[in-house]
């Protein structure tokens, strides 16, 4: 008889299912993994709300393959894994990077697996369904890195946005002579500040509209921080940098206005990072980066080869965790989960529990 599972699909913008379906069966090379816990990423909100980054403008250049399971932030133990797997075992708790590599493209053989052209990130293709389920299989062309027996679940789920993260600010190139702008505090935008106060900057300064983010930034780093919702940001920035503006500018909220302020912010020969998602299509002054500063625009994708050293910096305590997560739910209670996520005020990172 077929073994039956619950997990949450996405059909179609705001029709994610709860329902029943079989748990995958694997084959060589690959690990079946029961699922302890998976974060919601903001890419998961903005797929629901029909977001054009996930679902296109028509069939031709649309992104996810639906119906599909989602989530991509999640850690498990290993229940089943096939005889030719090596360096694993029955029983460990793992997690596994967020993209499946094809292994075969240019910059697969070039080792830059994250920007696989086939670009399969769990939970947006049928044949990469997520971590929104009891179970979840994973490919022989998996990453796949063991969790210390000592991280808590908070800690384990966290990996995978704080690799993201951890890749933004290689990209930034972080001088000791920086003034660094991280710009959105959620739980990557505050490891982003963590992360950026560790390269020992002149100045780290954060940026949300919502007050308890902002208390957050101040203990993961921020020397300041700033509500565009209460002063003109560009203003305070150009005060605290005697009219020059900042060095860096990591763009992590996926708000419009913030690439506009971003820009306005930087100094001439100033570096923006791209790094958060955007719902819909952005428009900005390129004047501003060529005739006008000269900006480098610098994107980030997924984690890039991030995932050990951030396992490590938890493990020894640089890397902070302690509040990013701040609600747990059951899979099943998932419309309230996704209602918190987006509306609570005091949300940071949600997970939920399968």
Request: charged share 20%.
């Amino acid at each position: 008889m077929e073994r039956t599972m619950k997990a949450l699909l996405s059909y179609a913008p705001y029709d994610n299912r709860y329902e029943d379906v079989p748990v995958p069966t694997i084959s060589d090379g690959e690990i079946l993994l029961k699922v302890k816990g998976c974060g919601i990423c903001a890419g998961d909100v903005k797929s629901y709300h029909g977001g054009i980054r996930i679902w296109g403008t028509s069939e031709e250049n649309r992104y996810i393959e639906a119906p599909c399971i989602g989530g991509h932030e999640f850690y498990g133990e290993i229940v089943e894994k096939a005889d030719d797997v090596e360096g694993f075992e029955i029983g460990d708790t793992i997690v596994t990077e967020q993209i499946i590599p094809c292994g075969t493209c240019k910059f697969c053989r070039e080792g830059k697996y994250w920007m696989c052209t086939r670009s399969a990130v769990f939970g947006f293709k049928q044949y990469a369904n997520g971590g929104f389920a009891e179970y979840v299989k994973l490919d022989k062309n998996c990453l796949n890195h063991k969790i210390p027996k000592n991280f808590t679940p908070e800690q384990a789920a966290l990996v995978e946005p704080i690799a993201c993260g951890m890749h933004a600010i290689e990209r930034a190139n972080i001088q000791h002579s920086d003034v660094v702008v991280i710009a959105g505090l959620g739980a990557i935008g505050l490891s982003m500040v963590n992360m950026a106060s560790l390269c020992l900057p002149k100045l780290v300064i954060g940026i949300d509209v919502k007050a308890n983010r902002l208390a957050m930034g101040k203990d993961f780093g921020a020397d300041v921080v700033l509500n565009p919702m209460e002063c003109n940001v560009v203003e305070e920035i150009m005060k605290l940098t005697s009219g020059l503006g900042c060095d860096v500018y990591v763009e992590a909220s996926g708000s419009p206005k913030s690439v506009t302020q971003g820009m306005d912010s930087l100094k001439n020969l100033g570096r923006y990072i791209q790094m958060g998602v955007f719902a819909e299509e952005v428009t900005a002054d390129w004047n501003t980066i060529g005739d006008g500063k000269e900006l480098t625009i610098i994107g980030s994708h997924l984690s890039a080869l991030t995932f050990p050293a951030v396992i490590k910096g938890i493990a020894s305590g640089l890397i902070k965790t302690d509040g990013l997560i701040s609600h747990k739910f059951d899979l099943a209670d998932w419309t309230e989960a996704f209602q918190v996520a987006e509306k609570d005020p005091n949300a940071v990172k949600v997970m939920l529990i399968p």
